[in-house]
């Protein structure tokens, strides 16, 4: 039997049948648009917690912490530390960031720059002119901050005594500390090459208050990162130093205590993550972006294959539908299987026709169930984005992304995947009107 | 002398029915040339239909031999059985088994999905066989828009279209008035007189005016004329058939 023929005539079987094809197709549709919208919901989730992520870190950069005791967290065997070889023995020894350590993590192949970096740990507060505001104060041990990637939207990156450069977002951290209730809030300050006082509290046993007060020049405005640097000022390192010093009255010895933490940037984003766990098999913490990336995307997996075997569960209970047609249909047809068989069919013949006839319902609806869940897809991103575009120009958030995203290779899938479902819940009905033999099947009633 | 087209030798169908066996046919020996028109008359329950069935490989004897065009049906595996049906055989049953959400014409044209013919030629084969059977008027009409003899002369014409050389008619006039059936018969005496091998299976006696050969079945055995026919007189008052 030519394929043509074959398909002709199941299209043929199934256009004669419309009624009760579309009743059992209809099960399949909702299966299909079932796995096509929850797929696509997962998948769309995934891309706007991704898209966010990638928005915040800066996939070259990994964040190394000490470890004060309590074991290395990867890796064992003997290694050198801080010119010290360090065993599995000595896990509850610290592991601290010293200048030795620093130079051990700019000798790991793929490294870029290894920049500490600490912050000020102590009561702290901007003024400019009538304004004040409290902000995450960084010191970073490096003469220029285009090292670590960042930009200047005006003025310089590079870090010299007396100069900050400031996030993009620090104009809008000013308030008027005066401002009376309705009273209207000022406009952000421009502060590029504006002169700003940082005042530095710290408070002997006896709650007494000693100020010191610094006056710095805005020597630049980095670029909006959607980041941390938004909302940091950065200073040298050595200010940030003497300040820490002042304000909890001892000495600072970096090759002794080492320091709290340190940024190392690395060449190539696909290797951040083999770094960071070289890194920390020598006994530190490594943050990188990207192990958050890889966790949320594991989790979105998971979150995938649960929404798609919600979908499949829906299209289980369609794929019983389909059997059971067919099995009625085979038993109605029986004295036509009885006369294909008697016209020269072979038994593939006939087991072809049902199977296709099966397989053609989970194509039917499996289409009609890409094109549904397709759609309601569309609505439903339509709806999230007003929803959420409104949220977000109320809490001042970033705009949305989508929420439901339905790659190409999902509908394809879907068709795919509800066919095969069709062909296989008509396996045994076709396989039953394959084998009758031709005279009980002429004469059944 | 040629062989004959089909050659029975020991030919058993035995059923297994609840606990008892039933013997449909017991040891059948014959031989049918080719372009006859052989008629198989038996009562009900005389083994004919099964007879019928074997022939076609339609249907697993018991044990026996059946030779058609020099081949062994009972030793055939189903699929070479069915390739052998779609190039020598037609068949025609008596309750005609059209399909009922077909036309007439695509009733016609059934089989001819399963041997490759281009469409084309489909439709135009149709048409001239149901022309030949009186009906190009009623191609476009479904089986329940046709009366019985009708619809049995669209079997005959579907019968027909793989172009075959062996006819099998199971009772092909038994669900017919006295009108259509002559009819019906007339047309396979026509087949017979282009040159096919029709075998009919019957117990219509009027079948008997076109036959060039007769086989009698009684009890799954073939008997004489004379022993049939004493047989069916002896069983009448009894008021069977």
Do not use: C
């Amino acid at each position: 039997m030519k394929f043509i023929d074959l398909f002709r005539l199941i299209f043929g079987n199934l256009g004669r049948r419309k009624a009760r094809v579309a009743l059992t197709a209809i099960g399949v549709v909702i299966g299909t648009s079932a796995v096509v919208i929850l797929v696509s919901l997962a998948i769309g989730l995934q891309k706007s917690a991704t898209d966010s992520l990638y928005g915040i870190g800066d996939l070259t950069q990994i964040d190394v912490m000490p470890t004060y005791g309590g074991g290395f967290g990867g890796g064992g065997g003997p290694f050198m530390m801080g010119g010290v070889s360090v065993d599995s023995s000595q896990l509850d020894q610290p592991v601290l960031l010293t200048n030795s350590a620093l130079e051990q993590l700019r000798e790991i192949p793929g490294v870029k720059v290894v920049i500490p970096r600490d912050y000020l740990n102590a009561g702290v507060v901007i003024r400019y002119q009538r304004l004040e505001g409290g902000m995450n104060i960084i010191g970073i041990a490096t003469d220029d901050l285009s090292n670590l990637g960042l930009e200047a939207s005006q003025g310089v990156t590079a870090l010299s005594r007396g100069t900050i450069v400031i996030g993009s977002m620090i104009p809008n951290n000013f308030y008027d500390p005066r401002q009376r209730p309705g009273q209207e809030p000022p406009p952000p300050p421009d502060l590029m090459d504006q002169q700003i006082s940082m005042v530095v509290f710290k408070y002997d046993q006896n709650g007494n208050e000693t100020k010191k007060t610094i006056s710095l020049r805005v020597a630049g405005v980095l670029n909006e990162t959607g980041g941390e640097p938004d909302y940091s000022v950065y200073l040298p390192l050595a200010l940030t130093k003497s300040l820490n010093e002042w304000a909890n009255g001892t000495r600072i010895n970096y090759n002794k205590d080492g320091y709290s933490q340190v940024i190392v940037k690395v060449e190539d984003a696909n290797q951040a993550l083999d770094i960071a766990d070289q890194i920390t098999a020598m006994g530190f913490q490594a943050i990188t972006p990207q192990s958050y990336l890889q966790g949320i995307n594991s989790f979105f997996v998971v979150l995938q294959v649960i929404f798609g075997g919600v979908g499949a569960i829906a299209l289980l209970v369609a794929a019983i539908g389909i059997a059971n047609t067919m099995a009625m249909s085979i038993l109605e047809r029986t004295r036509e299987i009885g006369l294909m068989k008697a016209v020269g069919a072979t038994n593939r013949d006939v087991l072809s026709i049902f199977l296709g006839e099966a397989a053609g319902i989970g194509f039917i609806g499996g289409l009609g169930g890409i094109v549904i869940g397709w759609l309601a897809a569309q609505g439903m991103n339509v709806l999230a984005i007003v929803f959420l575009a409104n949220q977000a120009s109320q809490q001042g958030g970033p705009p949305p992304s989508v929420a439901v995203y339905t790659p190409i290779w999902l509908p394809i899938f879907a068709l795919i995947f509800s066919t095969l479902i069709g062909m296989l819940s008509g396996l045994y009905p076709a396989l039953r009107a394959a084998t009758m033999i031709p005279v009980n099947a002429l004469k059944y009633e | 002398m040629t062989s004959p087209l089909i050659r029975v030798r020991g030919l058993t169908k035995h059923y297994q029915m609840g606990g008892a066996i039933v013997r449909a046919l017991d040891g059948v020996d014959l031989d049918i040339d080719a372009h006859t028109f052989t008629v198989v008359m038996g009562p009900s329950g005389s083994g004919k239909s099964s007879l019928l069935y074997l022939l076609g490989g339609l249907d697993r004897s018991t044990s026996g031999e059946i030779l058609i065009s020099d081949e062994r049906l009972d030793q055939m595996d189903e699929n070479a059985l069915a390739l052998f049906r779609r190039r020598t055989m037609g068949f025609i049953f008596q309750s005609y088994n059209l399909i009922a959400s077909m036309n007439a014409l695509e009733n016609v044209a059934f089989p001819m999905q399963f041997t490759g013919t281009p469409v084309g030629e489909r439709s135009e084969k149709s048409r001239k066989l149901l022309e030949q059977v009186g009906l190009a008027d009623r191609s476009h009409h479904r089986p329940t828009e046709l009366s019985g003899g009708q619809q049995q002369r669209v079997a005959v014409a579907r019968a027909l279209v793989n172009n075959p050389s062996l006819i099998l008619a199971d009772e092909p006039t038994g669900n017919l008035d006295t009108v259509s059936g002559i009819a019906v018969m007339q047309l396979l005496s026509d087949l017979h007189r282009s040159g096919r091998t029709v075998l009919v299976v019957t117990h219509d006696p009027r079948m008997t005016r076109f036959a060039t050969n007769k086989i009698f079945l009684l009890d799954g055995h073939v008997v004489s004329e004379e022993e049939y026919k004493s047989a069916t007189l002896e069983a009448a008052p009894a008021g069977s058939e």
